[in-house]
């Protein structure tokens, strides 16, 4: 007996739409390996609907005060949390996380984060006017930049889509959000809750792959492109910004580093970096999945982290016992998978290295030692339910390695020594430097990275300005 799928639509100008051409594809959840929806693939019609919407709404929004904009981005905080338990369903369809820490872990800080753009909505404030010349006074005006192009990524849904959208609203932007095309179901509820509070075409939704990105990125209409996304997705859309230089905005991967000196707690490392890199089955940019550990305790950490990684569970997303659900896609089991069958023969799997069950795409916690700095494993980024371990000897190699990769999003350090710590976060060449503690966020600090891993921020003020532009006001006093 078949069952009938959901039809999930494209929101262009205030309405629900299906794409154009009638094409679909199917959205599949993670927890079950089967279909439960289907979604629109988005060509050139539907893009170039989105972005005339979006480009007739920008004139009166860009217009409204800040206190209507904190105003609309208040209710919608205040609609996601009323709406939480739909949102939490369609996240859990998405990507088969937990229930209870998709509830407990995602709608606070998203709502959070919200609020926090809405009282940024206020605060869009330049250098005090001054005469800098003779008889001409000049000031500063901060702008909304215009429509902003964005792609959000499958490992946090409705997360990343707040983290796109609610900056470029508070700052007066008006936006046409892609979701990516395994995870848009939450996106489409959010579409249907903010867009019942925002003016048509302030806030559009288009489904599709990487085909209807690239036609978002390509268009001539936005102002800016902002993606969070793998390496190679950044790279693609630099490039094609750059052929009408448009803002760009990126997000990338991450391989971070996660330094254990000797002086360490190893139990209470241990358990915070376990639940740091396992979290979400380590998909996420941040996850603390390359360990550093001095000599001197390596085979006690090692030891102690394979037990803890054998005791903790993945499962259905209503089993309350499990840190994480399945691996988002097949290609994702795939790759990493492929990750621990290639490793070299050097390297011992210390725990797990298999898929879990017969169903869905889950894959057990997973630790793997005695690796070298540059074998595969520890200088691209696996995405997975892996943490590896590497034996250092000194501060001067533990920098060394931890910088000795194309990424630099995020880092920690684990250690009582103060005046190391403090070393320790300069020579460290990443976007967050947390010291003993791993992927705590607040939505009034940056986050982004250097070198492959992107530029600009999310989140706090500097993610705010990113979305803004500037404008130098000259006016003479002799009228």
Not at 53 to 67: I, K, S
Not at 175 to 199: C, E, F, R, Y
Not at 367 to 373: A, I, N, R
Request: proline content about 5%; overall charge negative.
């Amino acid at each position: 007996m078949s069952t009938e799928l959901r039809r999930l639509r494209n929101y262009i100008d205030g309405e629900f739409r299906d794409a154009a051409d009638g094409r679909t594809t199917d959205v599949v959840n993670p927890a079950t390996g089967e279909a439960y929806a289907t979604a629109p693939l988005s060509g050139q019609a539907d893009v170039d609907a989105a972005m005339a919407a979006a480009a007739a709404a920008f004139p009166a929004w860009r217009d409204t005060t800040p206190a209507e904009r904190q105003k609309a981005l208040l209710k919608i905080a205040d609609a996601f949390e009323e709406r939480a338990e739909e949102l939490i369903a369609a996240e859990v369809e998405n990507t088969g996380k937990p229930i209870g820490l998709t509830r407990s872990e995602e709608i606070p800080p998203m709502v959070d984060q919200i609020r926090f753009f809405a009282g940024a909505a206020r605060m869009l404030e330049g250098r005090g006017a001054g005469e800098y010349m003779e008889g001409l006074t000049s000031f500063v005006r901060r702008e909304p930049i215009g429509v902003c192009a964005q792609v959000a990524p499958w490992n946090y849904p409705m997360m990343m889509a707040v983290w796109k959208f609610a900056p470029a609203l508070a700052a007066g932007n008006t936006v046409v959000l892609k979701p990516s095309d395994t995870t848009p179901a939450s996106t489409a509820l959010m579409a249907d809750i903010t867009g019942s509070i925002v003016p048509k075409g302030v806030f559009n939704v288009v489904c599709g792959d990487r085909d209807t990105g690239r036609l978002m990125v390509e268009h001539e209409t936005p102002a800016m492109a902002s993606i969070t996304g793998s390496v190679r997705a950044g790279m693609s859309v630099a490039e094609s910004a750059s052929k009408d230089l448009k803002r760009v905005h990126l997000e990338l991967g991450g391989k971070a580093p996660v330094v254990v000196f000797e002086d360490t707690d190893i139990p209470k490392a241990v358990a915070g970096i376990s639940e740091a890199g396992y979290f979400n089955a380590g998909q996420d940019c941040t996850a603390a999945t390359r360990v550093l550990v001095h000599e001197s305790v390596h085979d006690e950490f090692v030891s102690a982290l394979a037990k803890a990684a054998s005791e903790i569970k993945t499962g259905q997303p209503d089993d309350e016992d499990v840190l994480y659900g399945p691996l988002n896609n097949p290609n994702q089991l795939k790759q990493v998978s492929g990750f621990i069958e290639r490793l070299p023969a050097h390297a011992k799997v210390e725990a797990g290295g298999h898929q879990v069950g017969d169903k869905g795409y889950f894959y057990a916690p997973t630790v793997v030692s005695g690796l070298k700095q540059d074998d595969e494993i520890i200088q691209q980024e696996v995405f997975g339910p892996v943490i590896t371990v590497q034996s250092f000897r000194d501060e001067d190699q533990a920098v060394e390695w931890a910088n000795g990769v194309e990424y630099a999003l995020a880092s920690s350090v684990w250690t009582k020594d103060h005046g190391r710590a403090m070393r320790m976060s300069k020579k460290l060449d990443f976007g967050c430097v947390w010291i003993n503690t791993h992927i705590p966020l607040v939505a009034e600090m940056p986050h982004g990275g250097f070198k492959k891993s992107g530029y600009g921020k999310d989140l706090s003020g500097y993610g705010f300005e990113d979305y803004t532009r500037i404008k130098h006001v000259m006016t003479s006093l002799d009228v």
